[in-house]
């Protein structure tokens, strides 16, 4: 009876540990297509990593999507928009996006093709994006993509007049590789600036005193004090002139005698 109580509450803890064990898996990567897109910051439509979004638009519309990133992630934007048939197009078109970060400041792209221009005969057009890694900090003057929301902004910035308001379709992917975040107590591992003279130095051995370095300053010195030199025909010369001239200075400012008899 009591291998029987044993067993009953072993399998008892084994059913209470299932359920827990399987809420720590880590939760699948998004399936669902997005579909819309805003038309503002404030109405950007929220995408994640690796969501696929299709959007069906007309040509002149702003479209707006939102995403997060984390410290130490370099994301790459990729768009493919399907162009009006070459029927009902009047010449090329010119298309841009623009990466924002949560304080509307614009993110370059540090590589891609962000702005192109699709031919009159093109059915597609392709655009890419490669952000900057985002940083753990940064300083408030700087224009470091820090952790936070981000905001897509897909625009035709160069077209004919009359192409506005034909039907396309926009594909956009978001990846995002993640890496080490920014290392706060990084080091330097080459200077700057580089020394142009360093020259060299050696340690003094044992037995050397400080007396050959003062003998070779005492000696410089009175080389460039010693007699002859120019420095002191230039100095005896200047005194002369000074003297010559203040006496010749007197004699001409000096008021006139008066004798009377």
């Known amino acids: 009876m009591r291998y029987v109580l044993a067993g009953l509450a072993a399998l008892a803890c084994l059913s209470v540990a299932g359920p827990a064990a399987a809420d720590d898996t880590p939760s699948p990567s998004p399936s669902a297509t997005v579909g819309t897109a805003g038309t503002s910051f404030?109405?950007?439509?929220?995408?994640?990593?690796?969501?696929?979004?299709?959007?069906s638009s007309s040509t002149?519309?702003?479209?707006?999507?939102?995403?997060?990133?984390?410290?130490?992630?370099?994301?790459?934007?990729?768009?493919?928009?399907?162009?009006?048939?070459?029927?009902?197009?009047?010449?090329?078109?010119?298309?841009?996006v623009d990466v924002f970060d949560g304080l509307r400041r614009r993110q370059p792209c540090t590589a891609g093709s962000q702005t192109a221009t699709a031919a009159t005969g093109a059915a597609t057009l392709a655009l890419h994006c490669l952000l900057r890694q985002v940083r753990s900090w940064a300083d408030p003057w700087s224009d470091e993509p820090l952790p936070g929301t981000y905001y897509v902004r897909l625009s035709a910035t160069g077209?004919?007049?009359?192409?506005?308001?034909?039907?396309?379709?926009?594909?956009?992917?978001?990846?995002?590789k993640k890496g080490d975040a920014q290392p706060d107590n990084a080091r330097l591992k080459a200077p700057l600036s580089p020394a142009t003279d360093p020259g060299s130095t050696s340690a003094p051995q044992a037995g050397s005193s400080?007396?050959?370095?003062?003998?070779?300053?005492?000696?410089?010195?009175?080389?460039?004090?010693?007699?002859?030199?120019?420095?002191?025909?230039?100095?005896?010369?200047?005194?002369?002139?000074?003297?010559?001239?203040?006496?010749?200075?007197?004699?001409l400012t000096r008021h006139p005698r008066r004798w009377f008899s």
């Open 42 to 55: 404030l109405t950007a439509t929220a995408v994640e990593p690796g969501q696929q979004v299709r959007v």
């Open 60 to 96: 002149g519309d702003y479209l707006y999507w939102s995403f997060d990133a984390a410290a130490g992630e370099t994301d790459r934007l990729a768009i493919t928009i399907t162009l009006p048939t070459r029927s009902s197009r009047h010449g090329p078109a010119t298309w841009t």
């Open 159 to 176: 077209l004919p007049e009359q192409d506005l308001g034909l039907p396309i379709q926009t594909d956009l992917s978001i990846t995002a």
């Open 210 to 251: 400080a007396a050959p370095a003062a003998a070779e300053e005492g000696e410089h010195f009175w080389n460039r004090f010693s007699w002859p030199s120019t420095r002191w025909w230039w100095t005896i010369g200047g005194g002369l002139l000074a003297a010559v001239a203040g006496v010749g200075g007197y004699r």
